[in-house]
């Protein structure tokens, strides 16, 4: 019987024991829960927002060698400063090759718009495509792309015609009493000089086929290249076909510069006068000292703004407009005498 008791022990002692461990167990469990970690609602509910994406965009100018161009430029990349988008900005040179390949780099690089002043109207239409199948929207500025292949979504520019017309009616201001011959200094791959022509060339057109009209002749259209030292070529050789030259019409500031250099050269700066387009610094200076009549002026800062401000609007889902233009108005050298812009300006070269 004794040895009976002693084999039951452990079994009474293992019930006891396990008793005891389940109401630790219970009290324990009974007890406070574990304190929470605190949690800041700011910083959680910035966790929990993802970080918003910094737009970026493309750029490529059609040169910024062009003070013009740069001011566009220099617009854009601050008017988007505002909106926290950031502004790649490169240079095609007037090479639409290498502009292509700018849009190519634009793609590659995941840019989320580009925007472009086409280095040639109509040859730029294979990158803008590109552009588009990548999803990425193409905008055009100062120059408008002018063929069907590939899409822009808004172009922003002079409205170049009105300015043509300007030009034109002040060349008649100029000449329509005596008359004379004109060469025109042009840009013709550029839509944009074309418009200029185009509205120049009609309104000089419509003085001619007045009765007795004093007859402006364009006696010869040279390509300028919109830069100082074509320019210069083009207003040399002018000069050298037509000896009794009696004015140029420029299609911008550089090119209209050249012009008067080689004018000068040749001694004959109070027989050929210069009408230009523009009213970049340099060209308002000219005007200032007597070397170019008038421009009609240009405002490249307006461009590259609103340029942004559509490209805000089109990523808002708002409706954008195919074509924004905007006035140039006529500059002559009663403007620059008020112009506080040219006081603190030395004289051009």
């Known amino acids: 019987m004794s040895r009976l008791k002693e084999k039951q022990r452990p079994a009474k002692f293992h019930r006891r024991l396990l008793l005891i461990l389940g109401l630790s167990l219970f009290f324990v469990g009974c007890g406070n829960p574990p304190a929470k970690p605190t949690v800041n609602p700011e910083k959680s509910q910035a966790a929990s927002q993802p970080q918003k994406k910094k737009l970026k965009i493309g750029f490529s100018a059609l040169t910024l060698t062009n003070p013009f161009f740069k001011v566009i430029a220099d617009s854009m990349t601050a008017e988007a400063s505002k909106h926290g988008y950031e502004v790649v900005v490169v240079t095609g040179e007037r090479d639409v090759k290498k502009q292509a390949d700018q849009v190519n780099e634009f793609i590659v690089s995941g840019v989320d718009a580009i925007v472009l002043n086409p280095c040639d109207s109509q040859s730029i239409g294979p990158a803008i495509e590109k552009a588009n199948q990548a999803g990425i929207p193409v905008f055009t500025n100062d120059i408008k792309y002018d063929s069907k292949q590939g899409k822009v979504v808004c172009h922003i520019a002079t409205d170049n015609y009105q300015g043509g017309k300007l030009a034109g009616e002040a060349m008649v201001k100029l000449l329509g009493e005596s008359g004379g011959k004109v060469a025109i200094l042009h840009f013709p791959q550029a839509e944009s000089c074309q418009l200029r022509v185009k509205g120049f060339s009609e309104v000089v057109a419509a003085h001619n086929a007045q009765p007795n009209a004093a007859q402006i002749v364009v006696a010869t259209t040279l390509d300028g290249g919109g830069v100082r030292d074509e320019g210069f070529t083009a207003a040399k050789d002018a000069l050298e076909a037509h000896p009794d030259l009696a004015a140029v019409f420029a299609i911008n500031d550089p090119s209209a510069l050249g012009a008067w250099a080689a ?17 970049q610094l340099i060209g308002k200076q000219a005007i200032l000292e007597g070397k170019i009549v008038c421009d009609p002026i240009q405002f490249p800062d307006r461009i590259g703004r ?44």
């Open 263 to 279: 004018i000068d050269a040749a001694g004959k700066t109070d027989q050929v006068k210069i009408i230009a387009f523009d009213g």
């Open 306 to 349: 609103v340029t942004i401000e559509q490209i805000v609007k089109h990523f808002a889902g708002e409706a954008v407009p195919a074509e924004i233009l905007i006035p140039s108005e006529l500059y002559y050298k009663a403007d620059a005498e008020k112009d506080p812009e040219l006081k603190t300006q030395s004289p051009s070269k």
